[in-house]
């Protein structure tokens, strides 16, 4: 499992309060992704980091930050939830050669978010 | 832009019935290819891959096969369990790019 933990597990909110979801490996790899998944959609890049405090934005970041003070840690950040960003969202590690260049991506057990 | 165009399911066979789920992909040059499964509540774990043209990744008895002619990555199982039930992803990664892109997902379901 490339040694990927995500918290909490699972999450009900109300909209309009910050949510912050967490992201852990315990490999020291560069690369972090954060996406969510819905139905009808498969998996959507929200963010990714190469590196700490490099993050880049995916096809889905309004709404969603991201953080990253440490190789292990990369917290994904809903500012201000809203119903639309209930979803599923998986935290993956991307493991092999040089950054970007067939590498593999390894993923998380996964976020379960529900926005009231 | 790169893309990933997979068969809509969902899809129900028997035990012992023969698997096709159809992948093609839209890209510039040599993307490596992947098939994820998701079983119900996990999340995604790799099933095979394939980095270049004619290139077959093979898993768990589930084969696909790189074929850049057809810019396809067909998964073929001979043999289903019902444990095989799940949803699978097709997915490319173009070279010298950090993104995954997926496919929608295909659900399948196996009974006995």
């Known amino acids: 499992d490339a040694g990927i933990t995500q918290s909490p597990r699972h999450k009900v909110t109300e909209t309009g309060t910050p949510v912050t979801l967490r992201c852990h490996q315990t490999e020291n790899h560069r690369y972090m992704y954060w996406y969510r998944q819905d139905p009808g959609h498969g998996l959507r890049l929200i963010h990714y980091?190469?590196?700490?405090?490099?993050?880049d934005k995916g096809e889905v970041s309004d709404g969603y930050s991201v953080s990253r003070s440490k190789t292990e840690d990369f917290l994904l950040t809903l500012e201000s939830a809203t119903s639309s960003q209930t979803s599923v969202y998986f935290c993956?590690?991307?493991?092999?050669?040089?950054?970007?260049?067939?590498?593999?991506?390894?993923f998380g057990p996964g976020t379960r978010l529900l926005v009231l | 832009g790169n893309s990933v165009t997979q068969m809509e399911g969902p899809v129900t066979l028997s035990e012992e019935a023969f698997l096709t789920i159809n992948c093609t992909y839209t890209?510039?040059?040599?993307?490596?290819l992947f098939w994820y499964v998701q079983y119900p509540g996990e999340g995604l774990q790799l099933l095979l891959k394939a980095t270049k043209a004619d290139d077959k990744g093979s898993n768990k008895g589930f084969e696909a096969t790189y074929r850049k002619e057809t810019t396809s990555f067909h998964l073929e199982k001979g043999s289903v369990q019902v444990s095989d039930s799940a949803v699978y992803f097709c997915?490319?990664?173009?070279?010298?790019?950090?993104?995954?892109?997926f496919g929608k997902g295909t659900k399948l379901t196996v009974n006995p």
């Open positions: 997915a490319l990664l173009q070279g010298g790019s950090e993104k995954l892109v």
């Open positions: 890209a510039t040059g040599y993307p490596s």
């Open positions: 980091s190469y590196g700490v405090k490099d993050t």
């Open positions: 993956a590690i991307s493991v092999g050669g040089r950054g970007g260049v067939q590498e593999t991506q390894y």
